[in-house]
């Protein structure tokens, strides 16, 4: 993602090891003006600075994800999304699809995916670990019987009543402030439950980025 206030995010690496953390790093750097426009202007040859196309296609693939590109300019804001999208490949294996809406969205994904190669690696900042002013989440409710049965089992945790949060209230989406969340999210695992009261709960946590929703 690419902010107009000058940052570009990307997901950090985490190593291959269950459980990973609860909290996934996130990489921040600062992308000049010029990298920007360089991006904007390969969005413009694609033709995604305009109402997206039709991107669905007949294709046997199930349970894959949308892919989705919005672009917010000071002429307005575009929102691409295609289901499947590189998924299907060419006879050399290489990604490829088969009308030119999604080719063009690919190929931009593709090059949003480089910035330093689209933008130029001399618009780019030093990458860096984002350390987020606030956090978004959701609280599932579980059954914490059932945590005896799995291997590795789940570690349960108080819920730090000096959050503020009730994570009843939570099961949706929240937002909690990182200096009321302090250091549980990053001390935690994607094993960690949190116990409130008489009810027990798995979270999921991401760091608040530039235009997401309230919640």
Do not use: K
């Not at 949060?165 to 949706?172: E, G, I, K, R, V």
């Amino acid at each position: 993602m690419v902010s107009g206030d000058g940052r570009a995010f990307v997901p950090g690496a985490v190593t291959a090891i269950f459980p990973g953390p609860l909290l996934q790093p996130m990489g921040v750097r600062t992308i000049t003006p010029a990298g920007i426009e360089r991006l904007l202007a390969r969005a413009q040859e694609l033709g995604l600075l305009a109402p997206a196309p039709s991107y669905e296609v007949d294709m046997n693939i199930a349970d894959a994800p949308d892919t989705v590109v919005r672009i917010t300019t000071t002429d307005g804001t575009w929102e691409h999304r295609a289901y499947a999208l590189g998924m299907e490949t060419d006879a050399s294996g290489s990604p490829a699809e088969t009308t030119p809406a999604r080719q063009a969205l690919l190929d931009f994904v593709t090059a949003a995916t480089d910035l330093a190669a689209i933008a130029g690696e001399a618009e780019l900042g030093t990458e860096s670990i984002h350390s987020p002013d606030e956090y978004r989440l959701r609280a599932i409710a579980v059954d914490e019987s059932t945590a005896a049965g799995m291997d590795p089992a789940p570690v349960v945790v108080e819920w730090p009543a000096s959050t503020g949060l009730d994570l009843a209230t939570a099961t949706d989406c929240a937002r909690l402030s990182a200096s009321a969340a302090g250091s549980v999210f990053a001390d935690a695992t994607q094993l960690t439950w949190f116990r409130q009261g008489d009810a027990v709960y798995q979270l999921a946590v991401a760091g608040v980025l530039p235009g997401d929703p309230a919640c």
